[in-house]
């Protein structure tokens, strides 16, 4: 049963992107791995800005910053 954990910061995904997030990795692991789509698990985390660094510095201040 394959599990996949997306994380995608929380800046305003629609459900229709995150279903087809859904059923792109899905459709991947079946075409790449032959794996049954009906145990297959996705999980989608939507992390706020401030709670996601990149070279020591949150998204949120980077966004700020252009970076």
Same mark, same amino acid.
């Given at each position: 049963?394959?599990? $996949?954990?997306?994380?995608?910061? /929380? @800046?305003?995904?629609?459900?229709? &992107? /995150?279903?087809? =997030?859904? &059923?792109?990795?899905?459709? =991947? =692991? +079946?075409? +790449? =791995?032959? /794996?049954?789509? /009906? ?5 989608? @985390?939507? +992390? ?10 949150? $998204?949120?201040?980077?966004?700020? &910053?252009?970076?």
């Amino acid at each position: 049963m394959p599990f $996949v954990n997306i994380r995608i910061t /929380k @800046d305003g995904a629609t459900a229709e &992107q /995150k279903a087809a =997030l859904i &059923q792109g990795t899905t459709q =991947l =692991l +079946v075409d +790449v =791995l032959g /794996k049954n789509p /009906k145990t297959t698990v996705v999980i989608i @985390d939507e +992390v706020d800005t401030d709670n996601w660094g990149i070279g020591g510095e949150s $998204v949120t201040s980077r966004r700020k &910053q252009g970076i």
